[in-house]
Nanobody
């Protein structure tokens, strides 16, 4: 079992920055890749960024150049640095971990105001 706890969400003005954190606990040795997803009201959950255990990253086109995903393996934590936030980035952000099973965090709200 893996438990994921996100933090760092909040209210920010357009153009501002936030950093999300996702702390993993439990059977963290089994995790291969981790990712951030988001779900805006009335929309499907979408992939934002992924990072493998080796550090390879991938981003959705809409956030490329603005968001950075990173991980600290010693702390079993993955981060999402979000810069130049736009109104369209408003969503609940979920941490995801892939191992034998798929694990999700509870989500953290990010609201970007004009």
């Amino acid at each position: 079992q893996v438990q994921l706890v996100e933090s760092g969400g909040g209210l920010v003005q357009a153009g501002g920055s936030l950093r999300l954190s996702c702390a993993a606990s439990g059977s963290t040795f089994s995790i291969s890749s981790m990712a951030w997803y988001r779900q805006a009201p009335g929309k499907q959950r979408e992939l934002v960024a992924t990072i493998t255990s080796g550090g390879t990253t991938n981003y959705a086109y809409s956030v490329k150049g603005r968001f950075t995903i990173s991980r600290d393996n010693a702390k079993n934590t993955v981060y999402l640095q979000m810069n130049s936030l736009q109104l369209e980035d408003t969503a609940v952000y979920y941490c995801y971990a892939r191992s034998i099973y798929n694990y999700w965090g509870q989500g953290t709200q990010v609201t970007v105001a004009s």
